[in-house]
């Protein structure tokens, strides 16, 4: 059964940083894409960052130049490290985990069909 726990959320001033991880289990940790997408009440989410088999990385415009995904295939752990934060990077964040036969970094929240509970970023000004 898969699981995901994310953790290092928490609260920022604007143009601090946070380091979000994940821990993952349940799969074959190197053989799926996986992403983090945020989340506020009422709203859509929104893929920010994804990275596939390959190593290959996708950003969404809001936050290329700022975030970085990255993982360890021996860890097990994507982690996302947010730097410059905004005000409006303050959202619930999720580690997620894309379909089998997801094989490119996606930036669509349909492509994902598990996550985890989801941490909570908020950067105030």
């Known amino acids: 059964q898969v699981h995901l726990v994310e953790s290092g959320g928490g609260s920022a001033q604007a143009g601090g940083a946070l380091r979000l991880s994940c821990v993952a289990s349940g799969f074959s940790y190197g053989t799926y894409s996986m992403g983090w997408f945020r989340q506020l009440p009422g709203k859509e989410r929104e893929v920010v960052a994804s990275i596939c088999r390959s190593g290959a990385m996708r950003y969404a415009d809001s936050v290329r130049g700022r975030f970085t995904i990255s993982r360890d295939n021996t860890e097990d752990t994507p982690d996302l490290q947010m730097n410059s934060l905004k005000p409006e990077d303050t959202a619930k964040y999720y580690c997620?985990?894309?379909?089998?036969?997801?094989?490119?970094?996606?930036?669509?929240?349909?492509?994902?069909?598990?996550w985890g509970q989801g941490t909570q970023v908020t950067v105030s000004s």
């Open positions: 997620a985990l894309a379909s089998p036969d997801i094989g490119t970094p996606t930036l669509r929240a349909r492509d994902f069909g598990a």
